[in-house]
């Protein structure tokens, strides 16, 4: 089993990385009620993953119970529709 590693904390989430065989898959707890400041600063966390790991960047969902965070992921980080398997989607920020 892997471990999920928390790398950035903050009052209002906790991002965590994932390394699955050769893919690094992000996790998200939003602790808060989600608004324009946790938005903005989990932003600013994208960014910082994004610059440290210089690589692609994984995320997986299950379509029928996270289209929030589907569809938040694609619009505001830029992942994009790889595959799927059984009830889950996998997407890929390259």
């Excluded at 946790?38 to 690589?55: E, T």
């Amino acid at each position: 089993m892997n471990e999920k590693i928390p790398v950035i904390k903050d009052e209002a989430f906790t991002v965590y990385i994932e390394r699955v065989n050769d893919k690094i898959f992000l996790h998200c707890d939003v602790l808060k009620k989600y608004n324009k400041s946790i938005k903005n600063r989990l932003l600013i966390a994208f960014d910082v993953i994004s610059k440290a790991y210089k690589k692609e960047l994984w995320m997986m969902a299950n379509r029928k119970t996270n289209q929030k965070t589907i569809k938040f992921a694609k619009l505001l980080f830029g992942f994009q529709y790889d595959s799927s398997f059984e009830d889950y989607e996998f997407y890929v920020r390259r």
